[in-house]
């Protein structure tokens, strides 16, 4: 034995082992002592061979310290250091084997008396106390020992000696003879290989009382350190399982494995060993300790060993796990727990996401608040464990050298923060094994690398979570940039995530570590963990305090003339009137505030006529002159709603409004622009008519179908269900009278299939507000108490926002109203065809989308508060509120359809008095034998569009007489003509479609 010790202590270092595995700092021969809360080193080392703590005053040699913080007996200390230097250790006494055996008999006995008849109530007691089930009972052969005597008498009828007996720790001498260790106590065994090698035991309620032990108190095997607890319950799962829950406990950990859970068990919060973590490289842990003053600090503990580990926090003092279980929390609130685990190392909570160029947090794990914008197309492999062999470890001179410690071969993992792991994603295999080699051997021998386990990295560009963005003309280069509420410019930061599959468009709280990319030196984020986070609107719940928001909106637009509700646009002025003075201090803008409030309160989808609608969002488009307080109106409710980014058309080019294609050295990325980004929100597009071309082009598709896919470079889609105001000037500097009918302002911005996506427009000329209404004084204007402040209108959105499309109600007889609307808006607006703001077949679902909005804006439900209830009086004031806005001089568009109707409908009266002239002008000329008239007609069923010179020459007539016959077909707008020569309008078309089927003319 004394040549034993001599020849651990001769390999191995005392101060070397303690600092490699218990990671104690030393500061020369001191270090902090773990036997007591030391504050200042006081524990030190003497020649390598011995210790003195001057604060508790423990002492003794590498043994002695071994077997103290490990709570060994001294064989146990022996066999434990004599294994880690290769060595064996050999004492005298029953075998390993027959102690197994031993245990074997032992266990079957405990298991079978559970279920004898005389023990149901026993059986029943452990089963309501621990929440295990029978079948778990069977699966782990959990036993019962009885009588201290019963257990001996089995043993004498199995033919085990009383001397093995007292070895195996099951038998205990005493005055009485031998008894059962474990007796009056539920006997729980520990597996290895589908044999018991370790067994443990508490009292359960209804026992036979103890003196010794009391009630839920464990009791552990204590054998002559054959059979010692050396691993895990249940570490078999190791190996195949990425995620583990080390919980305290057998029954906890039972418990956990009955409901599916990965959990791996110790035997009390002290029970976990320093050499054990080994085991766990590599793996993500988390720790699920009694909520209790000793299970908290265990898991701390734990916790600082394990680097990357999480503390799972149960809700209750005092509460186990099986507790959590027993009072009927399920497994999915579980995995809530563990979700929100607390990490090993605090971390520091950033307001922005550009504080991460600070120098201070430089290698600091920081959380802060982000929104993935895109991502790179390539994902990228790191490695996150390895395996290191050296042949020659036996000659090492290291003292503290892993591999020599461990005969030469060891698995070592990465931390995600290490130069090391973040290099190895864009690196050759010769270049990883060259940075491992030297970074795990201190004199760069040629060791032996395998990879075991990579993990994936992906390239993110993110921007902060903020309140809104808006454009801000920079007074140095006079650009337009977006910046946040802290005038901070719009900003992508490229990350790095270790994971895959992270949503593009969504709040994340990332979690992760601070780094300077060790390439490129740009400061960058190396995330580790990424929490979804909610909007504030989906947070939004009908509270009382909700409910009595709703009501004020209720009263302010509703008066005694028109209750229940309103009929009349005009019924509205004290709610415009209200934000007018306290929020928005613009006067006699009613229409576009009500615009913009119908946008903020339209639905993403509903049901209508039997039909699923799945673009309930509004798009609102306001055209006016320069000057007329657009953006000043939507950024002071974008304010005061604390919802709505606005971006500029100046500066889409640069940032995208959908999407933009980056190219890099590591591939090609797609970053989603601020339109799929404000997904379910509200987004306003300042200096609309300036937009790109090819954002336009863009955009197109999100705004049809509410996604938008990219299939070009890159691939992905994203989510574009967005509520959209834009705001535009005429183009080139023209104002809004210029035109005879403001309407056709727009034709010059969009094109006809992007004007017909409008919901609505509005239009307003510099002429509508009076020069004293603008250059009065504010204190001067009678004001009234604010009744719809803040809380009260971001509640009547944020409700409208969570509404589900069966909560939206829309009887049959609103649906007649709005589809008699939709026939009567289509006769006064719908012959505008090249200004498609009434198509017919468009009317019926904008008027739908917009009855909706106004219904959420008045608060209108039921007594439940659940319910949107769509009423005709909401469609009535809806028409109110169209006509009003398009039959204004602003927009004149029901004269400027009077005109196209007349330019473009053929009525028959018309027809058949084009028929009698053109009939009686062919019967003239075939008299005369000339057919010009004939052949004219004939022409322009074949040609859209001809030269003058051609025309005359293919009817064989001089320009004179054709001009004769082109006057004709003017004069009925029919024809009309430009420098590419004379082409046919719609009227033409349809008078042609009629000639071919009538008999009268004869060809």
């Given at each position: 034995?004394?040549?034993?010790?001599?020849?651990?202590?001769?390999?191995?270092?005392?101060?070397?082992?303690?600092?490699?595995?218990?990671?104690?700092?030393?500061?020369?021969?001191?270090?902090?002592?773990?036997?007591?809360?030391?504050?200042?080193?006081?524990?030190?080392?003497?020649?390598?061979?011995?210790?003195?703590?001057?604060?508790?005053?423990?002492?003794?040699?590498?043994?002695?310290?071994?077997?103290?913080?490990?709570?060994?007996?001294?064989?146990?200390?022996?066999?434990?250091?004599?294994?880690?230097?290769?060595?064996?250790?050999?004492?005298?006494?029953?075998?390993?084997?027959?102690?197994?055996?031993?245990?074997?008999?032992?266990?079957?006995?405990?298991?079978?008396?559970?279920?004898?008849?005389?023990?149901?109530?026993?059986?029943?007691?452990?089963?309501?106390?621990?929440?295990?089930?029978?079948?778990?009972?069977?699966?782990?052969?959990?036993?019962?020992?009885?009588?201290?005597?019963?257990?001996?008498?089995?043993?004498?009828?199995?033919?085990?000696?009383?001397?093995?007996?007292?070895?195996?720790?099951?038998?205990?001498?005493?005055?009485?003879?031998?008894?059962?260790?474990?007796?009056?106590?539920?006997?729980f065994p520990l597996w290895r290989d589908g044999k018991p090698w370790f067994l443990t035991a508490r009292r359960i309620a209804g026992a036979t009382p103890d003196k010794h032990y009391e009630q839920g108190k464990y009791k552990h095997l204590r054998t002559n350190e054959l059979i010692v607890l050396d691993q895990f319950v249940n570490e078999e799962i190791?190996?195949?399982?990425?995620?583990?829950?080390?919980?305290?406990?057998?029954?906890?950990?039972?418990?956990?494995?009955?409901?599916?859970?990965?959990?791996?068990?110790?035997?009390?919060?002290?029970?976990?060993?320093?050499?054990?973590?080994?085991?766990?490289?590599?793996?993500?842990?988390?720790?699920?300790?009694?909520?209790?003053?000793?299970?908290?600090?265990?898991?701390?503990?734990?916790?600082?060993?394990?680097?990357?580990?999480?503390?799972?926090?149960?809700?209750?003092?005092?509460?186990?796990?099986?507790?959590?279980?027993?009072?009927?929390?399920?497994?999915?609130?579980?995995?809530?727990?563990?979700?929100?685990?607390?990490?090993?190392?605090?971390?520091?909570?950033?307001?922005?996401?550009?504080?991460?160029?600070?120098?201070?947090?430089?290698?600091?794990?920081?959380?802060?608040?982000?929104?993935?914008?895109?991502?790179?197309?390539?994902?990228?492999?790191?490695?996150?464990?390895?395996?290191?062999?050296?042949?020659?470890?036996?000659?090492?001179?290291?003292?503290?050298?892993?591999?020599?410690?461990?005969?030469?071969?060891?698995?070592?993992?990465?931390?995600?923060?290490?130069?090391?792991?973040?290099?190895?994603?864009?690196?050759?295999?010769?270049?990883?094994?060259?940075?491992?080699?030297?970074?795990?051997?201190?004199?760069?021998?040629?060791?032996?690398?395998?990879?075991?386990?990579?993990?994936?990295?992906?390239?993110?560009?993110?921007?902060?979570?903020?309140?809104?963005?808006?454009?801000?003309?920079?007074?140095?280069?006079?650009?337009?940039?977006?910046?946040?509420?802290?005038?901070?410019?719009?900003?992508?930061?490229?990350?790095?995530?270790?994971?895959?599959?992270?949503?593009?468009?969504?709040?994340?709280?990332?979690?992760?570590?601070?780094?300077?990319?060790?390439?490129?030196?740009?400061?960058?984020?190396?995330?580790?963990?990424?929490?979804?986070?909610?909007?504030?609107?989906?947070?939004?719940?009908?509270?009382?305090?909700?409910?009595?928001?709703?009501?004020?909106?209720?009263?302010?637009?509703?008066?005694?003339?028109?209750?229940?509700?309103?009929?009349?646009?005009?019924?509205?002025?004290?709610?415009?009137?209200?934000?007018?003075?306290?929020?928005?201090?613009?006067?006699?803008?009613?229409?576009?505030?009500?615009?913009?409030?119908?946008?903020?309160?339209?639905?993403?989808?509903?049901?209508?006529?039997?039909?699923?609608?799945?673009?309930?969002?509004?798009?609102?488009?306001?055209?006016?002159?320069?000057?007329?307080?657009?953006?000043?109106?939507?950024?002071?409710?974008?304010?005061?709603?604390?919802?709505?980014?606005?971006?500029?058309?100046?500066?889409?080019?640069?940032?995208?409004?959908?999407?933009?294609?980056?190219?890099?050295?590591?591939?090609?990325?797609?970053?989603?622009?601020?339109?799929?980004?404000?997904?379910?929100?509200?987004?306003?597009?300042?200096?609309?008519?300036?937009?790109?071309?090819?954002?336009?082009?863009?955009?197109?598709?999100?705004?049809?179908?509410?996604?938008?896919?990219?299939?070009?470079?890159?691939?992905?889609?994203?989510?574009?269900?967005?509520?959209?105001?834009?705001?535009?000037?005429?183009?080139?500097?023209?104002?809004?009278?210029?035109?005879?009918?403001?309407?056709?302002?727009?034709?010059?911005?969009?094109?006809?299939?992007?004007?017909?996506?409008?919901?609505?427009?509005?239009?307003?000329?510099?002429?509508?507000?009076?020069?004293?209404?603008?250059?009065?004084?504010?204190?001067?204007?009678?004001?009234?108490?604010?009744?719809?402040?803040?809380?009260?209108?971001?509640?009547?959105?944020?409700?409208?926002?969570?509404?589900?499309?069966?909560?939206?109600?829309?009887?049959?007889?609103?649906?007649?109203?709005?589809?008699?609307?939709?026939?009567?808006?289509?006769?006064?607006?719908?012959?505008?065809?090249?200004?498609?703001?009434?198509?017919?077949?468009?009317?019926?679902?904008?008027?739908?989308?917009?009855?909706?909005?106004?219904?959420?804006?008045?608060?209108?439900?039921?007594?439940?508060?659940?319910?949107?209830?769509?009423?005709?009086?909401?469609?009535?004031?809806?028409?109110?509120?169209?006509?009003?806005?398009?039959?204004?001089?602003?927009?004149?568009?029901?004269?400027?359809?009077?005109?196209?109707?007349?330019?473009?409908?053929?009525?028959?009266?018309?027809?058949?008095?084009?028929?009698?002239?053109?009939?009686?002008?062919?019967?003239?000329?075939?008299?005369?034998?000339?057919?010009?008239?004939?052949?004219?007609?004939?022409?322009?069923?074949?040609?859209?569009?001809?030269?003058?010179?051609?025309?005359?020459?293919?009817?064989?007539?001089?320009?004179?007489?054709?001009?004769?016959?082109?006057?004709?077909?003017?004069?009925?707008?029919?024809?009309?003509?430009?420098?590419?020569?004379?082409?046919?309008?719609?009227?033409?078309?349809?008078?042609?479609?009629?000639?071919?089927?009538?008999?009268?003319?004869?060809?």
């Amino acid at each position: 034995m004394k040549e034993l010790i001599s020849e651990i202590k001769k390999r191995l270092s005392l101060q070397g082992y303690l600092e490699t595995h218990y990671q104690l700092q030393f500061n020369g021969k001191q270090c902090l002592c773990p036997f007591h809360k030391d504050n200042n080193p006081s524990l030190t080392i003497y020649e390598d061979r011995s210790f003195y703590c001057f604060g508790c005053g423990e002492k003794g040699d590498l043994i002695s310290f071994v077997s103290k913080i490990e709570k060994l007996d001294f064989k146990a200390t022996i066999d434990k250091l004599a294994a880690e230097v290769g060595l064996k250790a050999s004492f005298n006494g029953t075998s390993k084997t027959s102690i197994q055996s031993i245990l074997s008999i032992a266990v079957d006995f405990y298991h079978q008396n559970i279920f004898k008849p005389e023990n149901a109530g026993y059986l029943q007691a452990l089963m309501q106390e621990t929440g295990l089930s029978k079948e778990t009972i069977v699966r782990f052969k959990i036993g019962l020992a009885g009588d201290s005597s019963l257990l001996t008498e089995h043993f004498k009828s199995m033919k085990v000696s009383v001397k093995d007996a007292i070895v195996s720790g099951l038998g205990v001498r005493t005055k009485e003879g031998i008894v059962d260790y474990f007796a009056f106590r539920t006997v729980f065994p520990l597996w290895r290989d589908g044999k018991p090698w370790f067994l443990t035991a508490r009292r359960i309620a209804g026992a036979t009382p103890d003196k010794h032990y009391e009630q839920g108190k464990y009791k552990h095997l204590r054998t002559n350190e054959l059979i010692v607890l050396d691993q895990f319950v249940n570490e078999e799962i190791i190996e195949s399982q990425n995620d583990l829950i080390i919980t305290e406990g057998i029954t906890d950990t039972c418990m956990a494995i009955e409901r599916g859970l990965p959990a791996i068990g110790v035997l009390g919060v002290s029970a976990f060993k320093q050499d054990w973590k080994k085991r766990l490289v590599g793996k993500n842990i988390f720790i699920c300790f009694d909520n209790d003053e000793p299970g908290r600090e265990g898991a701390k503990r734990i916790q600082a060993l394990l680097k990357g580990s999480n503390i799972i926090r149960l809700p209750e003092e005092g509460m186990d796990l099986s507790d959590f279980f027993n009072k009927g929390h399920s497994v999915d609130e579980f995995n809530a727990l563990l979700k929100s685990a607390e990490p090993d190392e605090k971390p520091i909570e950033l307001g922005h996401l550009l504080d991460i160029e600070d120098p201070k947090y430089d290698s600091k794990l920081v959380s802060v608040q982000i929104i993935i914008v895109g991502m790179n197309s390539n994902a990228f492999h790191a490695t996150k464990k390895y395996r290191a062999t050296c042949n020659y470890y036996y000659d090492c001179k290291v003292e503290a050298c892993h591999l020599k410690m461990n005969e030469g071969t060891e698995v070592f993992s990465l931390d995600h923060d290490s130069r090391e792991f973040i290099n190895s994603c864009q690196a050759t295999d010769l270049m990883i094994i060259g940075m491992l080699r030297s970074k795990t051997c201190a004199i760069q021998r040629k060791i032996k690398i395998d990879i075991q386990e990579k993990v994936t990295l992906q390239e993110l560009f993110a921007i902060p979570k903020v309140i809104r963005f808006r454009p801000v003309e920079d007074p140095d280069t006079k650009e337009i940039k977006l910046m946040d509420e802290n005038r901070r410019e719009y900003k992508e930061k490229k990350l790095f995530y270790v994971g895959f599959n992270a949503a593009t468009s969504t709040y994340y709280n990332a979690i992760g570590y601070v780094k300077t990319h060790p390439r490129t030196q740009a400061i960058t984020l190396l995330i580790n963990k990424l929490v979804p986070l909610n909007d504030d609107f989906q947070e939004f719940q009908i509270s009382e305090k909700a409910k009595e928001h709703m009501r004020i909106v209720q009263k302010t637009v509703t008066n005694e003339l028109s209750f229940p509700y309103p009929e009349s646009f005009d019924s509205l002025a004290e709610y415009f009137k209200d934000i007018g003075l306290n929020v928005t201090k613009v006067y006699e803008r009613d229409p576009v505030l009500f615009g913009m409030l119908l946008v903020y309160h339209s639905c993403l989808s509903f049901y209508f006529n039997k039909e699923y609608v799945h673009r309930g969002y509004l798009e609102l488009v306001v055209v006016g002159d320069s000057g007329q307080a657009k953006t000043h109106m939507f950024n002071k409710l974008a304010d005061f709603v604390g919802v709505g980014d606005l971006v500029s058309g100046l500066s889409s080019s640069r940032t995208g409004i959908s999407y933009s294609l980056v190219q890099d050295t590591n591939g090609w990325s797609i970053k989603w622009g601020l339109l799929p980004l404000n997904s379910r929100k509200l987004l306003g597009i300042d200096e609309a008519g300036v937009i790109d071309k090819l954002d336009l082009r863009q955009m197109s598709q999100g705004r049809s179908e509410g996604v938008i896919k990219v299939d070009r470079i890159a691939n992905g889609e994203a989510e574009c269900r967005t509520r959209t105001i834009f705001l535009a000037n005429p183009r080139d500097n023209r104002i809004i009278d210029e035109w005879m009918y403001g309407c056709e302002s727009l034709r010059d911005l969009f094109e006809a299939p992007d004007i017909r996506r409008f919901d609505f427009a509005i239009f307003l000329s510099a002429s509508d507000i009076k020069k004293d209404l603008i250059n009065r004084l504010f204190e001067g204007i009678e004001r009234k108490e604010q009744k719809i402040d803040c809380d009260v209108i971001r509640t009547s959105v944020f409700w409208t926002w969570t509404r589900k499309p069966h909560q939206i109600l829309i009887d049959s007889k609103v649906t007649q109203a709005i589809l008699d609307a939709s026939n009567h808006l289509a006769d006064k607006f719908g012959a505008a065809i090249n200004i498609p703001l009434c198509n017919p077949a468009d009317l019926r679902l904008k008027i739908a989308r917009l009855s909706v909005a106004y219904a959420a804006l008045r608060c209108s439900t039921d007594e439940t508060f659940e319910n949107i209830v769509v009423t005709e009086g909401c469609v009535h004031t809806i028409v109110e509120f169209l006509e009003k806005i398009y039959s204004h001089q602003n927009c004149s568009l029901d004269k400027y359809a009077e005109v196209q109707k007349q330019l473009n409908i053929l009525s028959e009266e018309e027809y058949q008095e084009i028929k009698t002239k053109i009939l009686a002008q062919i019967h003239n000329e075939e008299e005369k034998e000339r057919n010009t008239t004939k052949e004219l007609i004939k022409t322009f069923m074949v040609h859209n569009r001809i030269k003058g010179v051609d025309l005359s020459e293919q009817i064989d007539v001089s320009k004179d007489y054709l001009s004769e016959k082109i006057r004709f077909l003017r004069r009925y707008n029919l024809l009309d003509s430009d420098n590419r020569g004379y082409f046919k309008k719609p009227k033409f078309v349809k008078f042609l479609r009629r000639v071919l089927d009538d008999s009268d003319f004869e060809w």
